[in-house]
């Protein structure tokens, strides 16, 4: 079974700085899908940043762009620019290719602070 | 906006009732999937709807069943309800039921007194 670990229950950054969050998950799949998903306090889970495994390019979207390294098994998330909205908790997320997986896998999460 | 709509926002009730949680996906989205968000288990999937059928199952108890309905609105009936039942569930949906994002409708706040 797939697992998904992220190892920093809290981070906090200065407003206006960049933060990476971490995030690890074991499979023996070679397909798969990456997300970085963002709750806020509203609870609300939002799509942060979509990645695909057999796309060597990292994905970006605006202030958010991940470091995808699939050998290590590894996918960080940065925010370049922190703003205050960014405040929440971040869970990564894995999801199998194949069809007959197509359920979310969720780490455990982490709560960003920002500072201003 | 995700365009993921569930009723109730919060619900509270006590051990040994049923309740329903209803959860209209976007639209054109045929996949419905419902996960639970616990403080001790975190995010968990419970099951999947494609089209009206049942697609993947979870951990999701027995005293706890699905389905999704022709106009593809689904409904998550939690029975016997007991104090660790108290959590989050959320519907989200996906255009068909593999390689597609997944968007998150606001989450059923349920409490279990």
């Known amino acids: 079974a797939q697992t998904v670990t992220q190892s920093q229950p809290e981070m906090s950054v200065q407003e206006a700085e960049t933060v990476t969050l971490s995030c690890t998950y074991d499979?023996?799949?070679?397909?798969?899908?990456l997300f970085w998903y963002k709750q806020p306090p509203s609870r609300q889970m939002i799509l942060v940043i979509r990645?695909?495994?057999?796309?060597?390019q990292n994905a970006t979207e605006n202030r958010f762009s991940v470091n995808f390294q699939k050998a290590a098994k590894s996918f960080s998330l940065k925010i370049s620019d922190s703003q205050l909205g960014d405040a929440a908790m971040y869970f990564c997320?894995?999801?199998?290719?194949?069809?007959?997986?197509?359920?979310?896998?969720f780490g455990q999460g982490t709560r960003l602070t920002i500072n201003p | 906006d995700s365009g993921v709509t569930q009723t109730p926002k919060h619900l509270i009730t006590a051990t040994g009732q049923r309740v329903t949680l209803r959860c209209s996906p976007r639209?054109?989205?045929?996949?419905v999937y419902w996960y639970q968000q616990s403080l001790d288990q975190g995010l968990q999937f419970l099951i999947q709807?494609?089209?009206?059928?049942?697609?993947a199952k979870g951990n999701i108890l027995e005293r706890f069943s699905a389905q999704q309905f022709p106009d593809l609105h689904s409904e998550l009936n939690l029975s016997s309800l007991e104090l660790g039942d108290s959590a989050l569930y959320f519907c989200?949906?996906?255009?068909?039921?593999?390689?597609?994002?997944?968007?998150f409708g606001p989450g059923t706040r349920l409490l279990v007194l």
């Open positions: 989200a949906s996906s255009v068909r039921d593999y390689q597609e994002t997944q968007y």
């Open positions: 499979t023996s799949e070679s397909d798969y899908y």
């Open positions: 990645q695909e495994a057999y796309k060597q």
């Open positions: 997320a894995y999801r199998s290719a194949s069809s007959g997986a197509q359920k979310l896998v």
């Open positions: 639209s054109g989205d045929l996949s």
């Open positions: 709807y494609y089209n009206g059928e049942e697609r």
